[in-house]
């Protein structure tokens, strides 16, 4: 058996939590990517709700996610996630940074985002999973980086279980991921 790089692993987590039928949120459409594997993950039956600030990332990931007809591309922040998914969700899927091949200058920020991941883990089902890429190698990667970090950590241990999975010997702030499974209401 070979160590799973960071993207992969959070495909395999995926794939073990979403069933035909789920809600998922993609809180950062990017280029499409992981749209359209939830979408594929999800199938006709299930509801992919993709958000991005950037019209190029709506634009790309229209494009990719084109033959399904089950995913809503929301052109807004992924602060106001709960403006559009009302139902319970089995998994989200945030990729921090900026749009690769795009502007550098528009990055995700650390105040929408904990709002973001507040809002999932509130419509996370009991086993949903929050999975989060975190890139901090450019300006204004490792603010964030850290108060995610210290979100999560605080996460009560009774109705969340908090990894952080990434590769130690690496150089220049490679990605990890963190991944918060749900186990029961927070209370």
Known sequence: MTLQ?????TKFLLEQTISQGDCVVDGTA????????????????????????????????????????????VHDSHAKIKDYVTQPI???????????????????KAQS???????????LTIHG??????????EGGSEERDAVLEFVSALP?????VLKYEFINQQHSPPFLLAVEKKQANK
């Open 5 to 9: 790089r960071v993207l992969p692993y």
């Open 30 to 73: 990017g280029n499409g990517h992981d749209t359209h594997f939830l979408a594929g993950l999800t199938g006709a039956t299930g509801k992919v709700f993709a958000f991005d600030i950037q019209e190029e990332a709506i634009r790309a990931t229209t494009e990719r996610v084109k033959e399904f007809q089950h995913v809503k591309l």
């Open 90 to 108: 089995s998994a989200a899927v945030f990729n921090l940074g900026y749009l690769p091949k795009g502007d550098h200058s528009i990055i995700t």
């Open 113 to 123: 985002t904990l709002s973001a991941l507040e809002q999932c883990l509130e419509l």
């Open 129 to 138: 999973l929050l999975l989060v890429v975190v890139y901090s190698g450019h």
């Open 157 to 161: 241990q009774k109705s969340f279980d």
